[in-house]
């Protein structure tokens, strides 16, 4: 089975540092992806985990653990912009590689 | 801006009707995957197109088929539409060199098309 676990939401305050977390189990594995989605809008790629470590680009990070099934986005540096829901999702082998999603958390930035 | 381009915005339909999504990919890219969000959840598979063929297919019933024509862009169709079936419907395109990797790179979603069902 496949199974994506991230918390529903989430509150930080503007300037701070926040982290996100996503849990997976699943087989054929192929690369952890995380999207930006503002309501209302498409989601929007933000980084690519397929090894072991941390990937860092300008304020985002994502970090990824394959023998624990576990990732994190860390965003750094927080912004009222960056108000609006991270989605995790899981490529797999099989099925031209399908991502498939978490539910999303929804992150609230407060002045 | 992703260069995937979705029709329509906005669509209201009735249960039972019959519906037909369209989206052009990005040029260059010639995977199409289909994916249904509901209000507050992560987006679902619905199928995948790579080179005009069905290249996957999530938990959908049949009702639910789509196309992909030579210049890679693609239909979703939904046949007699039941209420839960409203939600946002996102496209998708990627490039990939073969069927097995037809997403090697990531995703470029189109903004959606809103489908409400009465």
């Known amino acids: 089975g496949q199974n994506i676990d991230q918390p529903t939401e989430m509150t930080a305050t503007e300037g701070a540092i926040v982290q996100i977390n996503c849990t997976y189990q699943?087989?054929?594995?192929?690369?952890l992806f995380w999207y930006q989605q503002h309501a209302g809008e498409a989601p929007t790629f933000l980084s690519y985990?397929?090894?072991?470590g941390l990937e860092e680009k300008g304020r985002f990070s994502s970090f990824l653990s394959r023998s624990k099934g576990y990732s994190y986005l860390l965003l750094k540096e927080l912004q009222m912009k960056d108000s609006a829901s991270y989605l995790c999702?899981?490529?797999?082998?099989?099925?031209?590689?399908?991502?498939?999603f978490g539910q999303g958390t929804e992150l609230s930035v407060k002045p | 801006e992703t260069g995937v381009t979705q029709s329509p915005t906005h669509l209201i339909k009735t249960r039972g009707q019959q519906v037909t999504l369209r989206c052009s990919s990005q040029?260059?890219?010639?995977?199409v995957s289909w994916y249904q969000q509901a209000l507050g959840q992560g987006p679902q598979f619905i199928f995948q197109?790579?080179?005009?063929?069905?290249?996957g297919r999530g938990n959908f019933p049949p009702r639910f088929s789509g196309l992909q024509f030579p210049n890679y862009s693609s239909e979703l169709n939904v046949n007699a539409l039941e209420l839960d079936d409203s939600a946002l419907y996102l496209c998708a395109s990627s490039f990939g060199d073969r069927a097995e990797e037809a997403t090697n790179e990531k995703l470029f979603f189109g903004s959606g098309t809103q489908l409400s069902v009465l």
């Open positions: 699943t087989s054929g594995f192929n690369g």
């Open positions: 999702a899981v490529r797999h082998y099989n099925q031209g590689g399908k991502l498939i």
């Open positions: 985990n397929v090894l072991d």
């Open positions: 197109y790579y080179r005009e063929e069905e290249n």
């Open positions: 040029s260059g890219h010639n995977t």
